[in-house]
T-cell receptor, first 112, second 114 residues
Framework: EAGVTQFPSHSVIEKGQTVTLRCDPISGHDNLYWYRRVMGKEIKFLLHFVKESKQDESGMPNNRFLAERTGGTYSTLKVQPAELEDSGVYFC??????????FGPGTRLTVT | AQSVTQLGSHVSVSEGALVLLRCNYSSSVPPYLFWYVQYPNQGLQLLLKYTSAATLVKGINGFEAEFKKSETSFHLTKPSAHMSDAAEYFCAGILTGGGNKLTFGTGTQLKVEL
């Protein structure tokens, strides 16, 4: 069984540009989560999808971040326009039940 | 505020020695608690999970953790460290009123020396 996959693994963009991160969850997992770790800080929750619906987006930092999950399968997280403080590692996780969250390898975003 | 706290951002042990990584939580009711490990250049891997069943939880790679309500702790242990255990370890919890989201500690980097 394939795990959670994320694309790209690394992205380097300039301030003001747009970046889209993609997450493919484990097949059959209705729950999909996005988290972020900025350098030196703890991993923080961004948002939670149940199928295609946003269940909780309380962790989204501002309206420059837009997450979608079309058809309840893969999800994208767009940052537009990117700022320096958006640099960090973005993790995606998926799960079937409350508590079990399987993480992808992360996307390392560097904004210069 | 409800939180997860890991004491010690860096822990160093000798190969064969006991590994003890500390985690405390703050929650109005006992939460679900987890330990994850991140090896270099890899994603987060679930080591073990506590969900109000047995207080001593066994995980992969010889790790275990004990939930102690009186101490609000969920420390991770391994009797004998191996070089391959060198990684960053994260304690996380699903806390009261937090929905399904994980609240993480700041992580502990484990170094294993010969």
């Amino acid at each position: 069984e394939a795990g959670v996959t994320q694309f790209p693994s690394h992205s380097v963009i300039e301030k003001g540009q747009t970046v889209t991160l993609r997450c493919d969850p484990i097949s059959g997992h209705d729950n999909l989560y996005w988290y972020r770790r900025v350098m030196g800080k703890e991993i923080k929750f961004l948002l939670h999808f149940v199928k295609e619906s946003k269940q909780d987006e309380s962790g989204m930092p501002n309206n420059r971040f837009l997450a979608e999950r079309t058809g309840g399968t893969y999800s994208t997280l767009k940052v537009q326009p990117a700022e320096l403080e958006d640099s960090g590692v973005y993790f995606c996780a998926s799960g079937m039940d409350r508590g079990w969250q399987y993480f992808g390898p992360g996307t390392r975003l560097t904004v210069t | 505020a409800q939180s997860v706290t890991q004491l010690g951002s860096h822990v160093s042990v000798s190969e064969g020695a006991l590994v003890l990584l500390r985690c405390n939580y703050s929650s109005s009711v006992p939460p679900y608690l987890f330990w994850y490990v991140q090896y270099p250049n890899q994603g987060l891997q679930l080591l073990l999970k506590y969900t109000s069943a047995a207080t001593l939880v066994k995980g992969i790679n010889g790790f275990e953790a004990e939930f102690k309500k009186s101490e609000t702790s969920f420390h991770l242990t391994k009797p004998s460290a191996h070089m391959s255990d060198a990684a960053e370890y994260f304690c996380a919890g699903i806390l009261t009123g937090g929905g399904n989201k994980l609240t993480f500690g700041t992580g502990t980097q484990l170094k294993v020396e010969l």
